[in-house]
């Protein structure tokens, strides 16, 4: 899944009366490495994810730490693993740290192994080490802390490892949340998604995921003459496919202003210049046409564009097998992003309207998102709270908003089930690099230190109340033993 990340920078100064001990940080952050690791090692890619074994490696920690859990099985080679600290009121709603155990199929050219860690040059390389190996070491080593420290939070904490993510959940939070809730069932949850936007020349902007697209799949199909490839037609099913691809290039849906995107907006205007702060003026408060052009300004921006519009994007292209023939039929997938609130359906119809006088291409949908939507989280609840307050201890002067990811996962299926859930995860700029579902796939150790202690800090104040661990505002190295 494509997202957009975060990562909190801080470090951890001693005082002079602790001068030589060991950094407190330490112990955890090698755990958490070491799960990170081994994790990496263990093959949970599609077609054929093996997440029981991964499964298992996690319930033989839970068992060093005398943590009870539960496996859910839904089919051969897949697993759901579930472990829970009791709180020690039962009126605070659970708090819920999910991740996945599968991964996307390992991308062609890598020069490092997808499936054995490799850490060099201070960077974890290796399949899942952004998309969703990290979550879940993270979590693994958060949770069996705490549970040595033999302090009961206010609240229960869940750990869950689901399968399926990269492949629509049906084995994993679909079925869980059909056939086993009654066992899980947590109020809030922190997943994947959100991001940080660095701001180098002023205040970093901490986007706490609050809400995704709808993900839909759109296939269009051109019909030509078949022949054989050394008798060229004029109505080659390629040429004419291009031909309708350029059509889907230059359709340009209208844009939209969501309650997510409304605040998002509102919240950023501050941090831009002058003629940036107007156009979000005129987008936020001018009539239909004002905000319209506004609109179609700020869509040049493509992380804007994804805020303010629906987006297709075209992928998977399939024509002839054979170099020495031309297929009659050549097809392309185009993957649709709709905001909330756009009609799946009404969306498709405009769509087709734009080929309504071509015979020779066709339309379909794959996949189709499941409606009704759930409403974003508003960032009126604890749990952003307590997000909040986390980021102003290691992050003073960020501003934290709620956004929507241009993404799409799990967290759809949270809110469906009522839980307030946000996304957050490792430092990364989401118009720059960004190695997920790509060869070598990596993470900085310094951005996975970061992101355990973000999530940490999160937990602390969330179901304890206080901050178990030192947080200190400073930028940090990744600590080893002082």
Not at 63 to 86: C, E, T, V, Y
Not at 421 to 442: K, S
């Amino acid at each position: 899944m494509k997202k957009v990340y975060l990562a909190a920078l801080l470090c951890f100064c001693l005082s002079a009366a602790h001068a030589g001990e060991t950094n407190p940080w330490a112990a955890l952050n090698a755990e958490a490495k070491r799960h990170l690791v081994n994790l990496i090692n263990i093959d949970t890619s599609l077609p054929e994810p093996d997440e029981l074994s991964a499964a298992r490696y996690l319930y033989k920690e839970f068992n060093k730490h005398q943590i009870d859990w539960d496996i859910f099985i839904p089919s051969k080679g897949r697993a759901n693993l579930m472990a829970r600290i009791k709180g020690s009121d039962p009126e605070q709603k659970p708090l819920l740290l999910i991740s996945h155990l599968d991964t996307a199929p390992a991308a062609e050219g890598w020069s490092y192994p997808p499936f054995k860690a490799t850490v060099e040059k201070g960077n974890i390389y290796g399949l899942g080490s952004t998309d969703a190996k990290n979550y879940t070491a993270a979590y693994l080593a958060l949770f069996t802390w705490l549970k040595d420290q033999n302090i009961t939070p206010k609240r229960d904490i869940i750990f869950l490892a689901t399968s399926g993510e990269e492949s629509g959940s049906e084995t994993g939070l679909l079925w869980l949340g059909a056939a086993h809730w009654d066992k899980i069932k947590p109020g809030f949850a922190l997943n994947e998604g959100g991001g940080i936007i660095k701001n180098k020349d002023g205040v970093d902007l901490i986007f706490a995921e609050a809400s995704t697209k709808m993900y839909m799949d759109i296939k269009i199909t051109a019909y030509g003459t078949g022949v054989h490839s050394s008798m060229p037609v004029n109505d080659n099913a390629v040429y004419l496919l291009s031909q309708a691809l350029a059509k889907i290039a230059a359709y340009n849906p209208p844009a939209k202003l969501t309650p997510t995107a409304r605040t998002f907006f509102k919240t950023i205007a501050p941090l831009q210049d002058e003629d940036g702060q107007t156009t979000i003026d005129f987008l936020l408060s001018g009539g239909p046409q004002t905000q319209s052009s506004a609109a179609e300004i700020m869509a040049l921006d493509p992380f804007f564009r994804s805020q303010l519009k629906d987006t297709l994007n075209p992928t998977v292209l399939s024509a002839s097998k054979d170099s020495g023939s031309a297929s009659g039929e050549a097809s392309a997938v185009i993957n649709v992003r709709l905001l909330p609130g756009t009609d799946p359906d009404d969306f498709f119809e405009h769509v087709k309207e734009i080929f309504k006088d071509e015979e020779n291409i066709s339309l379909e949908i794959l996949e189709r998102p499941q409606t009704p939507f759930p409403a974003p989280m508003d960032g009126t609840d604890p749990l952003f709270a307590s997000i909040s307050k986390t980021a102003a201890k290691i992050l003073p002067g960020a501003i934290t908003v709620p956004g929507m990811s241009p993404a799409s996962g799990d967290n759809e299926f949270l809110r469906k089930l009522g839980v307030i859930t946000y996304g957050l995860g490792p430092d990364m700029d989401p118009l720059g690099e960004n190695t997920t579902h790509t060869p070598d796939e990596f993470i900085s150790e310094q951005d996975f230190f970061n992101q355990l202690q973000f999530i940490s800090g999160i937990v602390f104040d969330f179901a304890y109340g206080e901050d178990l661990l030192p947080l200190t505002p400073q930028e940090s190295t990744t600590p080893e033993t002082k």
